[in-house]
């Protein structure tokens, strides 16, 4: 069954695929491009443009700066990852720090995150 999806996001959901953060584009281009799961870079899902999105493994993959560690930000963060998991959605959120100084272990993370959540994944 497909997700709900907000199509007038659409122009929006382009313009962040092109103007990811420093960090999406490390982790899209070091790794996220080339794994043997399809993964879609900023997808419409409901009402919210998701940074990461592996449809097989039901996976949302968030790269947070800091502005998502302020009190409203971090609050609105898990009202929006409560209504993805409602959807059946599992959601990693990784900051940017994690991303430039742990990159090898978000990597790792993320890859057995996937192959936890889905069945019949080959090895690489």
Same mark, same amino acid.
């Given at each position: =069954? &497909?997700? &709900? %999806?907000?199509?007038?996001?659409? &122009? /929006?959901?382009?313009?962040?695929? @092109?103007? =990811?953060?420093?960090?999406?584009? @490390?982790?899209?281009?070091?790794?996220? +491009? +080339?794994? &043997?799961? @399809?993964?879609?870079?900023?997808?419409?899902?409901?009402?919210? #443009?998701?940074?990461?999105?592996?449809?097989? !493994?039901?996976?949302?993959?968030?790269?947070?700066?800091?502005?998502?560690? =302020?009190?409203?930000? !971090? !609050?609105?963060?898990?009202? +929006?990852? $409560? !209504?993805? %998991?409602?959807?059946?959605?599992?959601?990693? +959120?990784?900051?940017?720090? *994690? #991303?430039?100084?742990?990159?090898?272990?978000?990597?790792? $993370? #993320?890859?057995?995150?996937?192959? *936890? /959540?889905?069945?019949?994944?080959?090895? %690489?």
């Amino acid at each position: =069954m &497909p997700l &709900p %999806k907000n199509n007038k996001l659409l &122009p /929006r959901a382009r313009e962040l695929r @092109k103007d =990811m953060t420093q960090h999406e584009r @490390k982790l899209w281009y070091l790794f996220l +491009r +080339r794994y &043997p799961v @399809k993964i879609y870079k900023q997808r419409i899902i409901n009402n919210f #443009i998701v940074d990461f999105y592996c449809y097989e !493994a039901k996976l949302v993959i968030e790269v947070d700066g800091t502005q998502h560690y =302020m009190e409203k930000a !971090a !609050a609105r963060d898990l009202e +929006r990852d $409560q !209504a993805l %998991k409602n959807l059946g959605l599992f959601v990693l +959120r990784f900051s940017n720090y *994690e #991303i430039d100084a742990q990159f090898d272990s978000v990597c790792e $993370q #993320i890859d057995l995150t996937i192959r *936890e /959540r889905t069945t019949g994944f080959c090895d %690489k």
